[in-house]
């Protein structure tokens, strides 16, 4: 994805199904469902296209749920003889002036100047930690709806609580 550059990855989760298989349309059909019963406030979805490498790759189906200066990325497939189901929470940057001085911050001394501005005009606050992570445990428990009907309709074994979790990125890293 080219966006990718100017972004940060929040969390990750994926999980892989063994010995079953779905249509991504149907799948993302059923996903958007359980996920607009939730009722995000300020969000949207739609399906989007990202290439598997690339310019000239083949492209991968992608559920897109977007909420302020975050998306999530979710996609359903087939993988050899099963299933996987993963998805990227993204933050992107919020407005032009924020990426601009993201860029900057790995230089030494205007690194700092440009890591203060940034706090200044758009600090870490309790209530967008507890916003992104509310967007992050809704989507996420839309897909283990989704999930655990698949795998109890198909007799296919229920996930445990380990591979349930997001892998998460530190949320004061910037």
């Known amino acids: ?12 989760w ?18 958007q469902r359980s996920i607009d019963k ?3 406030p300020d969000s949207a979805m739609s399906q989007i296209e990202c290439a598997e490498g690339g310019v000239l790759s083949a ?23 099963g299933f996987f189901i993963s998805w990227w929470l993204i933050q992107k940057p919020s407005g032009c002036l924020t990426g601009c ?13 440009a890591r203060l501005i940034i706090n200044l005009l758009a600090p870490i606050t309790y209530y967008k930690i507890d916003t992104e992570l509310m967007f992050q445990s809704a989507v996420h428990s839309a897909v283990l709806e989704v999930v655990d009907r698949i795998t109890e309709k198909r007799g296919i074994r229920a996930l445990s609580e380990s591979e349930r979790k ?9």
């Open 59 to 81: 492209k991968r189906l992608y559920l897109r749920v977007n909420r302020k200066d975050h998306y999530f990325d979710i996609c359903g497939a087939p993988f050899g003889n």
């Open 166 to 174: 997001p892998i998460m990125r530190e949320f004061f890293q910037r």
């Open 1 to 12: 994805m080219a966006e990718a550059a100017v972004t940060t990855v929040v969390s990750h």
């Open 101 to 113: 001085l993201l860029s900057l911050t790995p230089l030494p001394w205007i690194g700092g100047v």
């Open 14 to 31: 994926y999980q892989r199904f063994e010995g079953f298989s779905i249509e991504p349309a149907a799948f993302y059909d059923t996903l």
């Open 38 to 40: 939730r009722k995000i």
